[in-house]
């Protein structure tokens, strides 16, 4: 047993927000203020910026039925970043910051860059002997993030998704003309969302093509697929991923590197509207480009309960694992099947084997043309888009969590 560390935690948000973000940070927040050990709990203002400029919140001023509805509130409450720590400069001040609070438990919930970063903060307190337990909480709705079976934001996003395409389906079925439909969906280099259109089959309303990062785009084939089921429906509906890339690495939408985030990604978007003038053009037929953009990460409306539910228990697992003397790992999930039923099981992966990796679909999991996703994905997917978000409504519209935001 682990000798109980006395002290104070910190919890902040990092990338790009998810419909179940916040769950996580009321698993974190909620645990932590139920625990002995913990004096205090604090939020980082606009997650590790908010260490940098001293700027953390006392959640333990805020109310509890404030922070329990967190639960349902989409976006990061706390504010998010896609600060780089670059110099020894910043992780003293890291240092500095942790020590002049009496910070002992630090929780960082993100992505891949925000594991980069639990992976130098934990990494340089060790090298300077102050004891501090580093645990990462998972989040992406990309679900690229290596070494857990899949991350919270994934479910509620595919959900969405899933349910978009269908409804774009009904909608773009309804005439007796022609027309084409290209649906552009997140995704830099994995395709788990693109994929996750699919499952708009299992509503009978499946798009006919589907094109993910994970293989080299090819334009002639593209039109000469989309001309293909054009002429044998009518109709043709495709989905493809923001990220799409032909063989030399270049973005179909023509990204460029000079809009970049805080990390050096290329700002994506544009990869519907560039194939539907090229479709236009080559086959000249009516065509509509449609964009998902931050719909897709927001979308709390229809939220997966089993998102949010384990995206809960991923905040909470971090503060448990951290009281019990761990440190340096973040929550990450497995699938385990009980009786022939979904469950989510927790491991600790080490912070080093998840920063900076990115976990793509299986070859396997595309179809031999690489236009469509396999019955295996399909499984894969499925049981994490199950359960309807029984979110509290005021004025039939969502009552989203409003912290007070007290400054320490």
């Not at 761990?326 to 099981?345: L, N, P, Q, W």
Request: hydrophobic letters at 35%; one cysteine or more; glycine letters at 10%.
């Amino acid at each position: 047993m682990a000798e109980k560390l006395k002290g104070a935690a910190v919890f902040g948000q990092s990338g790009g927000p998810t419909s179940v973000i916040n769950a996580s940070a009321y698993g974190v927040i909620r645990t932590a203020l139920d625990a002995p050990e913990i004096t205090n709990v604090y939020g980082m203002a606009h997650g590790i910026v908010g260490i940098l400029n001293d700027t953390l919140y006392d959640m333990s001023k805020e109310d509890a039925g404030e922070l329990e509805l967190l639960l349902n509130t989409p976006s990061s409450a706390l504010g998010s970043c896609r600060y780089k720590l670059k110099t020894e400069e910043d992780l003293k001040r890291v240092h500095e910051i942790l020590e002049k609070h009496n910070i002992r438990y630090f929780f960082y919930n993100g992505g891949n860059d925000s594991m980069d970063t639990c992976t130098k903060v934990s990494d340089y307190l060790e090298k300077v002997g102050y004891e501090c337990r580093v645990v990462g909480v998972p989040k992406t709705i990309d679900n690229d993030l290596y070494g857990t079976d899949h991350c919270p934001g994934f479910g509620s996003a595919a959900k969405y998704i899933a349910t978009s395409v269908a409804e774009v389906h009904k909608d773009a079925y309804v005439y007796d003309t022609g027309t084409i439909t290209i649906v552009e969906i997140m995704g830099r280099n994995a395709g788990w969302l693109t994929g996750a259109s699919a499952l708009a089959g299992l509503s009978d309303a499946a798009p006919d093509l589907i094109y993910l990062p994970e293989l080299p785009f090819d334009l002639d084939e593209f039109v000469a697929d989309v001309e293909r089921v054009y002429k044998e429906k009518n109709k043709c509906l495709v989905t493809i991923s923001e990220g799409a890339q032909y063989a030399d690495g270049t973005f179909v939408s023509h990204a460029k590197m000079s809009a970049t985030d805080g990390f050096g990604h290329a700002q994506l978007g544009g990869t519907a509207t560039t194939l539907a003038s090229v479709i236009n053009k080559r086959l000249g037929v009516k065509v509509r480009g449609i964009e998902l953009s931050l719909l897709q990460r927001c979308a709390a409306h229809i939220a997966s309960q089993t998102d949010i539910d384990e995206a809960f228990l991923a905040g909470k697992s971090a503060v448990e694992f951290a009281l019990s003397g761990g440190s340096g790992k973040m929550v990450a999930f497995t699938r385990e099947i009980k009786d022939g039923a979904y469950h989510c099981g927790i491991s600790y992966q080490p912070l080093s084997i998840c920063a900076n990796t990115e976990k793509k679909i299986p070859r396997e999991w595309i179809n031999e043309n690489g236009t469509y996703v396999t019955k295996e994905f399909i499984d894969y997917v499925l049981p994490l888009i199950q359960g309807e978000n029984n979110r509290k409504l005021e004025n039939s519209l969502p009552r989203f969590a409003k912290l007070k935001k007290i400054k320490v």
